[in-house]
């Protein structure tokens, strides 16, 4: 089925991937804070390509129900309802951002190979960038790992860290520095000199697969494993970071929403001072500060969207805003919930400590949220740098006449 920009159809697959997560997919949640395990993830994919909400992001001859990013947001919110949904819906990350990727850069042969696979969730990937110190993190132009040509095809050497997803990985995108700046190369696992070492635990447990340090030493790739054209890898990257970033709002917002009606819950049905605690004013300032953050998030995510599928260079801009903003408007919505909560809200009673662990990461990955400012404030200064530029040679030619 396709629901490519028909709203009746948009609606009906909210309502159905709403039903799906509240009958299907909540009831088989893991413990608060472990991951979901591999055979009962297929259960319920093979449960949600039945009820044909299955993968709703990616293209119809791909087996996805081939969705415009601008009518994204509802059914991937609907999807991180569940810290679990996502992946079993096939949205979750790193593989949504992969797959996007692959379908923007990769060549007819890549997409049969890796893109096929990976929608109909055949195998798992994971996004090799970020590096040990000294090497890239926030800073991208600190890439250390190289490639270099050798004959028939590309020798890869270095080290990288924090990889989501790596254990377990049929593929991985790996990020190499080349002689003219960076190239992205498709690299099989198994493929002799690759290996996945140390899990590095963090608070997050929604993706599988962790998140690993991944070692390449004299790892051999052939030439049709470059993905796109050669020392293209800093460029490609914003091409996946974009529509990654927002879709990471898109997901952590649903966590926020589900968040908050746990604490909604609570202060309707807790008395505390021979009142609700939903009718105490401070408790009040809580919910309403949460209900704000969410509707602005709602909104910063649709204007984003629709900047990145009409104008890629505004949708770029408008993509750090809305990161950073979700992302700390997400975790103070998790936080205003715990504290709503009292006691159990840091217990393991209520699974609220473990979203604080899942959304908490968002403000260091896809670009830490003081690069984003960083870049936001560059932004903004010469745009009015250019803007007074043009009042002066508008006022110049004026003067002229
Ligand atoms: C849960 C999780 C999953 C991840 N998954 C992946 C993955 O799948 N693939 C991958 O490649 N990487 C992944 N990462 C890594 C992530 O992208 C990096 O942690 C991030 O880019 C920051 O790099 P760093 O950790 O080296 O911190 P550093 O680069 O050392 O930055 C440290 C701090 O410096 C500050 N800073 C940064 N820029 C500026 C600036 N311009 N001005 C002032 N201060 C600044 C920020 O506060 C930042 O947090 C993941 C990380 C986590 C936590």
Same mark, same amino acid.
């Given at each position: 089925?396709?629901?490519?920009?028909?709203?009746?159809?948009?609606?009906?697959?909210?309502?159905?991937?709403?039903?799906?997560?509240?009958?299907?997919?909540?009831? %088989?949640?893991?413990?608060?804070?472990?991951?979901?395990?591999?055979?009962?993830?297929?259960?319920?994919?093979?449960?949600?390509?039945?009820? +044909?909400?299955?993968?709703?992001?990616?293209?119809? !001859?791909?087996?996805?129900?081939?969705?415009?990013?601008?009518?994204?947001?509802?059914?991937?919110? %609907?999807?991180?309802?569940?810290?679990?949904?996502? =992946?079993?819906?096939?949205?979750?990350?790193?593989? !949504?951002?992969?797959?996007?990727?692959?379908?923007?850069?990769?060549?007819?042969?890549?997409?049969?190979?890796?893109?096929?696979?990976?929608?109909?969730?055949?195998?798992?990937?994971?996004?090799?960038?970020?590096?040990?110190?000294?090497?890239?993190?926030? *800073?991208?132009?600190?890439?250390?790992?190289?490639?270099? !040509?050798?004959?028939?095809?590309?020798?890869?050497? +270095?080290?990288?860290?924090?990889?989501?997803?790596?254990? +377990?990985?049929? /593929?991985?995108?790996?990020?190499?520095?080349?002689?003219?700046?960076?190239?992205?190369?498709? $690299?099989?696992?198994?493929?002799?000199?690759?290996?996945?070492?140390?899990?590095?635990?963090?608070?997050?447990?929604?993706?599988?697969?962790?998140?690993?340090?991944?070692?390449?030493?004299?790892?051999?790739?052939?030439?049709?494993?470059?993905?796109?054209?050669?020392?293209?890898?800093?460029?490609?990257?914003?091409?996946?970071?974009?529509?990654?970033?927002?879709?990471?709002?898109?997901?952590?917002?649903?966590?926020?929403?589900? &968040?908050?009606?746990?604490?909604?819950?609570?202060?309707?049905?807790?008395?505390?001072?021979?009142?609700?605690?939903?009718?105490? +004013?401070?408790?009040?300032?809580?919910?309403?500060? =949460?209900?704000?953050?969410?509707?602005?998030?709602?909104?910063?995510?649709?204007?984003?969207?629709?900047?990145?599928?009409? *104008?890629?260079? !505004?949708?770029?801009?408008?993509?750090?805003?809305?990161?950073?903003?979700? =992302?700390?408007?997400?975790?103070?919505?998790?936080?205003?919930?715990?504290?709503?909560?009292?006691? *159990?809200?840091? &217990?393991?009673?209520?699974?609220?400590?473990?979203?604080?662990?899942? $959304?908490?990461? /968002?403000?260091?990955?896809?670009?830490?949220?003081?690069?984003?400012?960083?870049?936001? #404030?560059?932004?903004?200064? &010469? #745009?009015?740098?250019?803007?007074? #530029?043009? *009042?002066?040679?508008?006022?110049?030619?004026?003067?002229?006449?």
């Amino acid at each position: 089925m396709s629901a490519t920009g028909d709203p009746q159809q948009a609606d009906d697959l909210l309502e159905r991937t709403r039903a799906f997560i509240r009958d299907t997919v909540i009831p %088989a949640e893991p413990a608060p804070g472990t991951t979901l395990d591999a055979q009962e993830l297929e259960r319920l994919r093979e449960l949600a390509r039945a009820a +044909g909400v299955y993968a709703p992001h990616l293209p119809v !001859e791909y087996g996805g129900i081939g969705l415009p990013i601008t009518a994204w947001s509802p059914i991937f919110q %609907a999807a991180g309802y569940s810290p679990i949904g996502p =992946s079993v819906l096939g949205c979750m990350a790193p593989d !949504e951002g992969n797959a996007h990727l692959l379908e923007k850069i990769g060549t007819p042969g890549q997409k049969h190979d890796y893109l096929g696979p990976l929608a109909r969730g055949e195998v798992r990937s994971a996004f090799a960038m970020t590096e040990p110190h000294p090497g890239a993190g926030s *800073d991208p132009e600190a890439l250390r790992t190289t490639a270099v !040509e050798v004959d028939g095809g590309w020798r890869i050497d +270095g080290e990288k860290r924090y990889i989501s997803g790596a254990e +377990g990985a049929g /593929f991985f995108i790996v990020m190499a520095r080349t002689e003219h700046g960076a190239t992205m190369f498709l $690299v099989d696992a198994g493929t002799p000199g690759l290996r996945v070492g140390r899990d590095i635990r963090t608070t997050e447990h929604a993706i599988a697969g962790g998140h690993s340090h991944v070692h390449f030493d004299d790892c051999r790739v052939g030439a049709d494993a470059v993905l796109g054209e050669p020392h293209e890898g800093f460029r490609y990257a914003q091409v996946r970071l974009g529509p990654a970033r927002l879709t990471h709002c898109m997901r952590w917002l649903g966590l926020a929403r589900r &968040s908050l009606d746990i604490a909604l819950d609570r202060a309707e049905s807790r008395e505390l001072f021979g009142s609700r605690l939903r009718d105490l +004013g401070l408790a009040q300032a809580l919910i309403a500060d =949460s209900v704000i953050d969410i509707e602005a998030s709602d909104a910063l995510i649709a204007s984003c969207a629709t900047a990145l599928a009409t *104008d890629p260079r !505004e949708g770029a801009r408008l993509s750090s805003i809305a990161k950073v903003f979700c =992302s700390e408007a997400i975790v103070r919505v998790v936080d205003r919930a715990i504290q709503l909560c009292g006691g *159990d809200g840091v &217990s393991d009673d209520l699974p609220l400590a473990s979203y604080w662990g899942e $959304v908490r990461p /968002f403000r260091i990955y896809d670009g830490a949220n003081e690069t984003h400012r960083w870049a936001i #404030a560059r932004r903004a200064s &010469s #745009a009015r740098r250019r803007a007074m #530029a043009a *009042d002066a040679d508008a006022a110049a030619a004026g003067g002229a006449a």
